[in-house]
């Protein structure tokens, strides 16, 4: 069983010096028992050690853009602690095929590895409202307490940067927009690229190139985009 020890020491320092009073509150307890309850039953996506691989890879003050999904991926091997990423050798999935199908049109950018990691390594935050979920279950983890958890990490991200982009891409991310100072920030909203959406505004949106427009201008940066 893992403990709230090991589990918030999968947290780097930086980041949990920030939420740290997060890990005595009751939700933080329930998420816990039920990270538990799917380590047992072998039905826990993504693994444990990549559950917080975000916040280990881009420090709190290293954030240039956030794309925030939902949940992680439900099906065997998809999952590995990045929104909308999956390793190289998983086929891609149908949302992030229509991300690159934008990425294309918009840059000319042709992506055929899912793996966004070379975004992550350029401040890009690729974060689920929910980390975990059970195995073939999507959004069984919703409301255990994790969005409590990442809305405070959006806070944080708004809060103590300036200048960042932020991509709410359907309803669910687009109500975390209370969450961001608007005076500080750039905020891009569109559709989900999920085939049921995408066709209503997703495709065609030009966020990738208004994005590193944006942080050219404000940051003397823009971010390379292929994977």
């Avoid at 569109?190 to 427009?213: E, I, M, V």
């Amino acid at each position: 069983m893992l403990t709230k020890q090991q589990f918030t020491n999968l947290l780097p320092i930086e980041w949990h010096e920030f939420l740290k009073n997060e890990f005595n509150k009751p939700y933080f307890e329930n998420i816990l028992k039920n990270i538990n309850y799917a380590v047992e039953n072998n039905i826990l996506y993504p693994s444990i050690k990549k559950i917080f691989r975000i916040y280990n890879e881009v420090n709190l003050k290293d954030v240039k853009v956030l794309i925030l999904g939902q949940d992680p991926y439900h099906g065997p091997g998809q999952a590995n602690g990045l929104c909308f990423s999956v390793e190289n050798h998983i086929k891609i999935p149908p949302s992030l095929h229509n991300i690159f199908k934008e990425l294309n049109a918009d840059l000319n950018i042709e992506n055929k590895n899912g793996d966004l990691s070379p975004w992550v390594n350029q401040g890009v935050f690729l974060l689920n409202s929910i980390l975990t979920v059970e195995s073939g279950k999507a959004n069984s983890h919703q409301k255990i307490g994790w969005e409590k958890f990442t809305d405070l990490t959006i806070e944080l991200i708004s809060k103590y940067n300036t200048n960042v982009v932020f991509l709410l891409w359907g309803k669910k991310a687009q109500e975390k927009e209370h969450l961001i100072i608007k005076e500080k920030h750039l905020i891009l909203k569109t559709t989900h690229p999920s085939p049921l959406s995408s066709y209503r505004g997703f495709l065609g949106c030009k966020h990738f190139s208004k994005a590193n427009h944006y942080l050219l201008k404000n940051h003397g940066i823009t971010i390379n985009w292929t994977t």
